[in-house]
């Protein structure tokens, strides 16, 4: 069975950097999309950043582009959201998804992605 475990979550200030990472495994790492989504506190999960199951193609959600990094490493099944210059709008649970469609685009929609994590805490203080 398909495994998502984030982790790397918790608190730094605003204008700070976190990095959070998601180990994977049941599953082909390697022939998956990967992607990041996050929830507010009394909003809706959205789309945070994907990277292509070859990892040539990446996109992100304009709130963080620019800012936020996604990469994987496919000798460890894992994949990485790296986040800079923090706000406290970042502030959330941070969930990483995969895709098993082959799409040289990484998909954005969450009913696009058939494995997700439990979640990880990311706390942004003013």
């Known amino acids: 069975q398909a495994r998502l475990t984030e982790s790397g979550g918790g608190s730094v200030q605003t204008g700070g950097s976190l990095k959070v990472s998601c180990a994977t495994s049941?599953?082909?790492?390697?022939?998956?999309?990967m992607a990041w989504f996050r929830q507010a506190p009394g909003k809706e999960r959205e789309f945070v950043g994907a990277?292509?199951?070859?990892?040539?193609?990446?996109r992100y959600a304009d709130p963080v582009k620019g800012r936020f990094s996604i990469s994987r490493d496919n000798a460890k099944n894992t994949v990485y959201l790296e986040m800079n210059s923090l706000k406290p709008e970042d502030a959330g649970v941070y969930y990483c998804?995969?895709?098993?469609?082959?799409?040289?685009?990484?998909?954005?929609?969450?009913?696009?992605?058939?494995?997700w994590g439990q979640g990880t805490q990311v706390t942004v203080s003013p």
């Open positions: 049941g599953f082909n790492f390697r022939s998956y999309a």
């Open positions: 998804a995969a895709d098993r469609r082959l799409n040289q685009i990484p998909s954005a929609y969450q009913a696009d992605y058939d494995y």
């Open positions: 990277i292509s199951w070859s990892g040539g193609g990446t």
